[in-house]
């Protein structure tokens, strides 16, 4: 690995000095520029691994070089130095593609990390990132999942906040895993967290960490989930179901990059990427006051929108046949199927649930399925609920797909059942199962 070459651009000879202080330590060799024609000039000179620049030049704006340098150096990432408290500022200069963001004054610590970071960059552009297996993909060769892997190629380079939308079961948590791992922090922790299962009077503690006896139960000190994500990705799943008071908490660590744990007086500096996700449309969320405007304008920097199942029905064969060999293989039978009707069936079909929906279907089909092929009666889909035709769909009729799904579970282990006489050994066998698990979803549908 050769020496790595910074460039720095501000117009203030303090400022200039710091930053090539500090990174002429970090064994860094840096090129100074006092304003952006000068920066131009060096940038056809040489070619640099980072560039940092201050917001307000003498003959322009910061966000102008970033643009510069993002058309004409892609390989460059670029760092924004901002004003303290300036927000809209660094969101703007990220939404141009800047690849990250430090404040006046400049947190030494801070600067460290995300110079890093930037260097991590280059050595995974030299050394792609290894595929870590079929629960990292995406797949799909239809127009709307091409593009989806192209962005997150592209936004995996990137440091700013992302959100996720799309619907429940579209692979949000995929995506983020995949940004993860393909950007310069995959070798950190990739920590997700469902903030809608966290219970409210926890919200605080369970992000930012508590110390001991900050609270009635509170035996020890606890490290929170940002630090947990510390040099990683935290993963921030149903961002909407957070209480307005944890929002404004929330907001204050991603803008300062620091958390203050419960009962401490201190803040600590933190490093992590946020990446969040909602199946809610957070615009009406804020129109009605249940999620503040100014968190949402800090989170949503870059938004990527995950299709429906819907949206990409030639996609289902190529899906239906991973899940089904990953079933084969968890169950040690061999090579399952579906029968040509049964994918026809399938791709007609309007899954509300989405791709987790399509894992649902077939796992009951391959328990039910006696032969190796799968067929339209194993599938268990309502009559009428194709594309065209969805007066029988759960999205018609307004029952929750939770409901719909325990309906099918429940006639498929009851004709089980009537057909061993009710012998649950022998009905556990005949659906695929242990019976320890066939009493389990006894119990859970209220048959037991």
């Known amino acids: 690995m050769t020496k790595a070459h910074a460039l720095v651009v501000d117009d203030e000879p303090d400022i200039l000095d710091l930053i090539k202080i500090t990174l002429a330590r970090m064994d860094l060799t840096a090129r100074t520029a006092a304003d952006i024609a000068e920066a131009k ?11 940092l620049t201050d917001m307000q030049l003498p003959d322009g704006s910061g966000i102008e070089l970033v643009a510069y340098i993002n058309a004409r150096y892609p390989e460059t990432p670029v760092a924004m130095i901002t004003a303290h408290g300036n927000m809209s500022s660094a969101v703007a200069a990220m939404k141009a593609g800047a690849f990250d963001f430090v404040a006046k004054p400049v947190n030494l610590q801070l600067l460290r990390r995300l110079v890093e970071s930037a260097l991590r960059l280059r050595e995974s552009d030299l050394t792609p990132p290894e595929k870590t297996g079929s629960a990292q993909e995406l797949l799909g ?3 709307p999942m091409r593009e989806i892997r192209r962005l997150i190629t592209k936004i995996a380079r990137n440091q700013a906040p992302v959100f996720i939308t799309g619907e429940s079961g579209t692979g949000k948590e995929v995506a983020a895993r995949l940004i993860h791992g393909e950007g310069p922090r995959q070798a950190a922790p990739f920590v997700p967290v469902n903030c809608g299962a966290i219970p409210e009077d926890l919200v605080e503690s369970e992000l930012f960490g508590h110390k001991k006896g ?7 000190d606890k490290p929170g989930l940002f630090q947990a994500a510390e040099r990683g990705t935290l993963f921030l799943d149903e961002v909407a179901d957070l209480p307005l008071p944890a929002q404004v908490k929330l907001l204050r660590a991603i803008q300062e990059k620091s958390v203050r744990a419960v009962g401490s007086q201190q803040e600590v500096p933190v490093d992590a990427r946020i990446i969040s996700a909602s199946h809610r449309d957070l615009n ?3 129109e009605q006051g249940r999620f503040r405007q100014d968190l949402f304008y800090r989170i949503n920097v870059i938004e990527l929108r995950m299709p429906a199942l819907r949206e990409r029905p030639e996609d289902i064969p190529v899906l239906a046949a991973h899940i089904l060999e ?17 994918l026809e069936r399938l ?46 769909s759960p999205a018609q009729t307004d029952v929750p797909l939770e409901n719909y799904l325990d309906e099918i579970e429940k006639k498929a ?26 009493r389990y979803r006894l119990s859970k549908l209220g048959l037991d």
């Open 214 to 220: 900050s609270f009635t139960g509170a035996v020890g």
């Open 141 to 143: 060769q239809s127009r």
């Open 326 to 342: 990953r079933i084969s293989r968890q169950t040690g039978r061999g090579p399952m199927r579906l029968s040509s009707a049964g």
């Open 413 to 438: 282990i009851l004709q089980a059942l009537e057909e061993t006489r009710w012998n649950r050994t022998a009905a556990a066998k005949k659906l695929g199962m242990t019976l320890r698990s066939l």
């Open 284 to 286: 009406t969320e804020v």
């Open 347 to 392: 791709t007609s079909y309007r899954f509300p649930g989405n791709v987790r929906e399509l894992e649902n279907i077939l796992e009951r089909a391959a328990a039910l399925c006696e032969s190796d092929e799968i067929g339209v009666d194993e599938l268990y889909l309502p009559q009428g609920s194709s594309s065209t035709t969805i007066a029988g």
């Open 41 to 51: 000039r060096l940038l056809s000179d040489q070619a640099f691994d980072l560039c």
